[in-house]
């Protein structure tokens, strides 16, 4: 199932000092290299003018997907929207129906 993800790290920019956040940072790119390559974390954006994060993720069910993003080294320091995907119709055989 895929899911389309949306992140905030706003909070960890006023909740940790600069060293700390840049260590976690690094972390995350780690992290986030680690769920790519087990077809997890598909496909990363970030927001233009922003330090937010759009990213296509693709896990069995809700509850994957929690895990994957619970790993996630800056965790309690982000905000998420999760929106669970559905294949268009037109996707499905190239018509409208």
């Known amino acids: 199932m895929e899911f ?3 992140q905030s790290s706003a909070a960890a920019a006023s909740a940790l000092p600069d060293e ?3 260590v976690l940072r690094t972390a995350e790119r780690v992290r986030a290299a680690e769920l790519r390559e087990a077809g997890i974390l598909i496909k990363l954006w970030r927001v233009l ?7 296509l993720y693709e896990a069995p069910d809700a509850d994957a997907l929690h895990d994957a993003l619970l790993s996630l080294p800056m965790f309690p320091w982000l905000q998420f929207t999760v929106e669970p995907l559905v294949t268009h119709p037109q996707e499905k055989d190239g018509t409208d129906g």
């Open 4 to 6: 389309l993800v949306r």
């Open 49 to 55: 003018g922003s330090t937010d994060s759009i990213a």
């Open 20 to 22: 700390q956040r840049q």
